[in-house]
Each structure stands twice: as structure tokens, then as C-alpha cells.
């Protein structure tokens, strides 16, 4: 059964796009992405969740892909808008692919083609609801950037979505080093992931984080962050707030 | 070859499993005056003749760059080949506004090659007539490519087309095995001295040639007559006594005004728009 919102644009003689409908909200999405430039190459964490809504509906959702030989897709915010930008970069891949020349997209080139493809689509007012992030690393440079539904793009050496951006950001700003080990970036990450996980309700328990590398990419088994909750001020939570407000 | 009853439509072929429109447009390319490229492995270097077909006008523009990474130098019907010329432009700076990167030129001359191929296979249109030395950089390096009016196209170390561009062939053929690991200035020197070879006796001027580099780190640019006449100067002093032409020694310099170049013998009427 499909649903589709009625809508009345009027007839289709006056009136050109009568028929067609354009994104109005995002109905599965993902959450935060947090990514970070370290020693060999680029780390990006996420959690693999899908909510509908407010609803924690699904648990199981890989939101970090690897996209050639050489480049790391993360992307939150609608879940089947990043299948459909998959399909399109899986098709630029085969037909680079196919020239069999030497010659292969690097993360740069996948970036920019992705920054089109976002801004052409919000001049359309039919955006792809995503924040992505692209990294990787080619001819030993990493390369870490971000393009959003509206289009904006830029390159940096950490970045996040959505709640990234305003729990990880600050972490890193301060916490960042362009020499990490992997093990430090891990760390780092986990870090912010653990934040996210206490503060972002949409964020789930289950996590995985991405490495690429100039040898590969290398998608970790999904984990589980040790939480806590003994902190003393959650054993009683109401003790500051008696009476009636 | 002569005219016969299969040569009418690029469409038809000849018994004997020939295309003749297509090879009297590689003629085309014969006519035109002499363009060389050659490459090392991280330059590329386009050089070629200067005619004008008056005393009182200028000659024409031969050598084009595509982007920063790529040039072209061209022989036959120019104005064909300024169309192309503009077509690669096209498709270099798409890619470059996509992709922010430079177009592997090994892509590009794919698509020249196939848009020449649409020109045999149409019968209400014809082949372009003009050769391309399409000079550029990928990821593995320079390279110098020769496409051709039938659509094909070859990666050389060193080639020359148009008029009397077999002498150009022979010099580079002794000397081309060198070429991988010449430093660009050898390059030049070797492609100026190629030109000098299609000249056949005819003092080598820095006016009578267009000079053009690219490599690795340098972006497309020309030479300018300063730089060109002190190259020719390193060797002008010494004649060389046996770069041996094939064929006709003509022993004072032809004159070079009397419009269009006949390349070798046997040759008919040169069209005014063929250079």
C-alpha cells in the first residue's frame, strides 16, 4: 500500500508541475556523524540507528559506507534519500571503473560531485534530506568534508552532524591533534559518541566506526559504549525540585 | 587513389571494405601545415609551422589550450579543428566544475574519438577534417595522443602530421627513445629542431614557429620568440650537415608565400581554407 499525500496544485493545463511533489520532511532518519582527520588517514563513528519520528524503529542501520577504492560515506538525516545517493555514486564508480585507465575518483572528486548534486536538487526545492560526510584518503592526503541538504560544502580536518555539531564539535576543537594514533582517534571519538549517547535522544547504544586508510577501508563490528549512571545527582533526581514545580 | 563510384557517401563502402570519404579526410589533415608533439614523462611539448597565406596577413592559430593541463595542436581544416577545439574546452571544464579535478586527457581524447566516429556514420554529415596532437596529464603522467578523422586515436611518444611531416617523423625517430627522460629544455630543442626538418632548407625563424609546453607542476603555456630564437640559435650555428630529407633537395629556400603547402608529389589543387 503506498501513501501519498493529496495535493492540489491546481490543473495540469495552467500549471506545469501539477502532479509532481517535492520533499516536504524527512520520515526515517539518522543522527549524528562524527568524523576525524588522524595520523593514517580518516576515522568516522555513527551509531546504526534509524528513528521514525520519536520512535527508536530501527537498530540495525549502517550509516557509514565505503564508496571506491579510496573515499568513506556517512551521512544522517533521511535514510532513503542516502540509499538513493548511494545508487548514484555506485553508478559514478562503475563507469570510472570502466575506463580501466589508471585514472580513479578520489574522495575530492566524489565530494564535488556530491556538493552538485545537493545544490542542484535545493534549487529544485526538492532537496535530498541528508548532512554528509566524506572522507578519505588518496596519493597519501586524507581528505575529510561535509555537504549539507541546502548544498553548503566545505572541508576540515573534524567534522560532525546534526547533535555532532554542538556536543562533538567543542571536544574536538579542543582535543583534536593532527598526529593522532588510531587508538587516540578511537578514543576521541568514543568520547564524543558517549556524549551523544547520553544527551541525543535519538542516538542508540550501538555504534561503529570507520577507518580509511591509503590501504583500505575498514568498517568495525558494531559495539556498545560503557555507560554510566551513578552519578549522584541522578540517585535523586528530584531532591532540589520539591513541591509543586 | 583516384575517384570511383564508392566515394560519394561516407556511408558506402567500397567492395574492397573501405570507407573513401574517410581517408580523403585524413588527405585533409596532409595539406595543412606541419604540427609536432612530443613528451617525456612529465611534459609534453607542441610545437608547429607558422603560414600565413599572404605576406599581408597573419598566420593562423594552430596550437590551443584546452585547460591548464592539456593543449592541442591541429592540421587540416582549421576551422574544424577550432570546433573541436571549443568542444574540449567544453568537456574539460565540465569536469573540472564536477570534480574539481583536472580531465584525465586519456578520457578526453575517448570522447574526441567518439564524436569523430558519429561523423563516418552519418550520412548527412562528414568526417572532420583535421588531425589533433592532443597533448596533457593524467595520474600516471604526460601523454601525447593523435586523433584522426576516422575516430581512432594513438598514444606517441613523438608524432607529426600535415605537410612534409614525414622528415619531422624520420628526426624523431631516431631520437625518440631519449625523449622519456629529456629534461623539458631538450624537449623543446628537439621539437624545434623537428620543425626545422619540415622546413626543408628554409632558414628556422623564431616567426615561423608557435612553441607550446605543459607538464607536471607547469601549466599550458607558449614560448615566446625571445625564448624560441635562442634555442634555435644553440644550433643554427652549426649546420647540420646530414639530417638527411628523402627525396627532394631543394637547394634555396622555397618561397614559403605562394599560398598553401603541396606536401610532396603528385598533389592537386590546395583548397584556400586548408592550411
Known amino acids: 500500500m503506498t501513501f501519498t499525500i493529496p495535493i492540489d496544485n491546481g490543473d495540469a493545463v495552467k500549471n506545469a508541475e501539477a502532479d509532481s511533489q517535492r520533499t516536504l520532511y524527512p520520515y526515517v532518519t539518522g543522527t549524528s556523524i562524527v568524523a576525524i582527520k588522524y595520523k593514517d588517514g580518516v576515522l568516522m563513528a555513527s551509531d546504526m540507528g534509524g528513528s521514525y519520528g520519536s520512535t527508536l524503529r530501527y537498530k540495525n542501520i549502517e550509516r557509514v559506507k565505503a564508496i571506491g577504492k579510496h573515499s568513506l560515506l556517512g551521512a544522517s538525516g533521511e535514510i532513503s534519500d542516502f540509499q538513493e545517493i548511494l545508487r548514484y555514486l555506485d553508478e559514478l564508480v562503475l563507469n570510472d571503473n570502466m575506463w580501466d585507465d589508471g585514472n580513479s575518483f578520489g574522495p575530492k572528486e566524489v565530494h564535488n560531485y556530491l556538493t552538485r548534486v545537493m545544490y542542484n536538487r535545493r534549487n529544485k526545492f526538492n532537496p535530498l534530506w541528508n548532512t554528509l560526510v566524506l572522507g578519505g584518503v588518496k596519493n597519501g592526503e586524507s581528505y575529510l568534508g561535509m555537504v549539507s541538504m541546502i548544498g553548503v560544502s566545505f572541508e576540515d580536518n573534524h567534522v560532525a552532524t546534526g547533535f555532532g555539531n554542538h556536543l562533538a564539535r567543542p571536544i574536538l576543537r579542543d582535543e583534536w591533534r593532527a598526529d593522532l594514533s588510531f587508538e587516540e582517534g578511537v578514543k576521541l571519538l568514543e568520547k564524543c559518541m558517549r556524549v551523544l549517547l547520553y544527551r541525543d535522544r535519538s542516538a542508540i547504544n550501538k555504534l561503529q566506526i570507520a577507518k580509511i586508510t591509503e590501504e583500505g577501508v575498514t568498517v568495525s563490528q558494531p559495539y556498545s559504549l560503557k555507560t554510566f549512571w551513578e552519578f549522584q545527582a541522578f540517585h535523586n533526581p528530584t531532591a532540589g525540585a520539591q513541591g509543586s514545580w | ?275
Open chain 2, 1 to 275: 587513389m583516384f575517384r570511383n563510384q564508392y566515394d560519394t557517401d561516407v556511408t558506402t563502402w567500397s567492395p574492397t571494405g573501405r570507407l573513401f570519404q574517410v581517408e580523403y579526410a585524413m588527405e585533409a589533415v596532409k595539406q595543412g601545415s606541419a604540427a609536432i608533439g612530443l613528451r617525456s614523462r612529465s611534459h609534453v611539448v607542441l610545437a608547429c609551422v607558422n603560414k600565413a597565406q599572404s605576406e599581408l596577413s597573419s598566420h593562423q592559430k594552430k596550437i590551443f589550450k584546452v585547460d591548464d593541463h592539456i593543449g592541442v595542436a591541429i592540421a587540416g581544416l582549421t576551422a574544424d579543428g577550432r570546433v573541436l577545439s571549443r568542444y574540449m574546452r567544453s568537456e574539460a571544464i565540465n569536469h573540472s566544475f564536477t570534480y574539481e579535478s583536472p580531465l584525465p586527457v586519456g578520457r578526453l581524447v575517448v570522447h574526441l574519438a567518439d564524436k569523430a566516429q558519429v561523423c563516418t556514420q552519418r550520412s548527412w554529415k562528414r568526417p572532420y577534417g583535421v588531425g589533433l596532437l592532443v597533448g596533457g596529464l593524467d595520474e600516471s603522467g604526460a601523454h601525447l595522443y593523435y586523433n584522426c578523422p576516422s575516430g581512432n586515436y594513438f598514444e606517441y611518444q613523438a608524432f607529426a602530421i600535415g605537410s612534409r611531416s614525414q622528415a619531422a617523423k624520420t628526426y624523431l625517430e631516431r631520437r625518440f627513445e631519449s625523449f622519456g627522460d629529456s629534461s623539458k629544455e631538450d624537449l623543446i630543442k628537439d621539437a624545434i629542431l623537428a620543425v626545422r626538418e619540415t622546413l626543408q632548407g628554409e632558414t628556422l625563424k623564431s616567426s615561423l614557429c608557435t612553441v607550446s609546453v605543459l607538464g607536471v607542476g607547469e601549466p599550458f603555456h607558449f614560448l615566446d620568440q625571445e625564448t624560441i630564437q635562442k634555442v634555435i640559435d644553440t644550433f643554427e650555428k652549426v649546420p647540420e650537415e646530414e639530417e638527411g630529407e628523402a627525396g627532394e633537395g631543394e637547394a634555396e629556400a622555397a618561397p614559403a608565400e605562394q599560398g598553401g603547402d603541396g606536401g610532396g608529389a603528385g598533389d592537386q589543387d590546395v583548397a584556400p581554407m586548408e592550411m
